[in-house]
């Protein structure tokens, strides 16, 4: 996830920095969450003035609204604020839930899978099967790489950092048809400034 983050948060958000804190799993991370969000919080108080922390990871096959209440109580304990519940009007904190893989991202985005490896052609993602990005069953991984096996790549198994690198470089964060993908978009902009972004993004297009 952060190999592919690191080609496409720059594409989200344009002039923003930005570093990757990864965990060993959900566990892992949901164990450290509030200790570390603590930490961030002393330094909103002592000089970041426009930082923000997004908090990403994946369903795991819990449910969706029970682990958005876990985060969000690990941020309220840290006294910072979430879209959900602000601090004082400020948002400090984005959290989001990638319900499948993150393969289901890249098949949002067949042209940037195709960009990548050039035997796929638009058809090979018109099985309905594969035309609901979020709904993929058994696997979003596992599917792609059946297809892929199937044009001769990644014949030894799929290489997921290789794969994540290769497809997230060619991919249009704006026309993505991942609803998810769209979520995690839409909030990062809305943490960051949603106007200014979308005035960025603009520009970017003409």
Not at 53 to 66: F, G, I, K, P, S
Not at 179 to 195: K, N, T, V, W, Y
């Amino acid at each position: 996830m952060n190999v592919a983050l690191d080609s496409l948060m720059p594409k989200i958000l344009s002039g923003v920095s930005f570093n990757f804190r990864v965990f060993d799993g959900k566990h892992d991370l949901l164990r450290n969450l509030e200790p570390r969000l603590k930490a961030y919080s002393a330094m909103f108080r002592t000089g970041w003035k426009d930082a923000g922390v997004v908090v990403l990871v994946d369903e795991d096959r819990e449910e969706c609204l029970a682990l958005k209440a876990k985060l969000d109580l690990a941020a309220k304990k840290a006294g910072l604020g979430t879209f959900s519940s602000p601090v004082r009007g400020k948002v400090h904190v984005l959290n989001r839930i990638a319900v499948e893989e993150l393969e289901s991202w890249f098949f949002g985005d067949p042209g940037a899978l195709i960009a990548a490896y050039p035997k796929l052609k638009p058809r090979s993602f018109s099985q309905s099967a594969l035309r609901s990005p979020d709904a993929i069953n058994g696997g979003t991984w596992e599917a792609l790489e059946r297809v892929l096996n199937k044009h001769g790549y990644h014949l030894g198994g799929l290489r997921k950092t290789v794969c994540a690198t290769e497809v997230s470089i060619h991919m249009n964060v704006e026309q993505n048809k991942s609803p998810i993908f769209a979520q995690f978009r839409d909030g990062l902009s809305r943490l960051a400034g949603a106007e200014e972004q979308a005035k960025i993004r603009k520009s970017r297009k003409k």
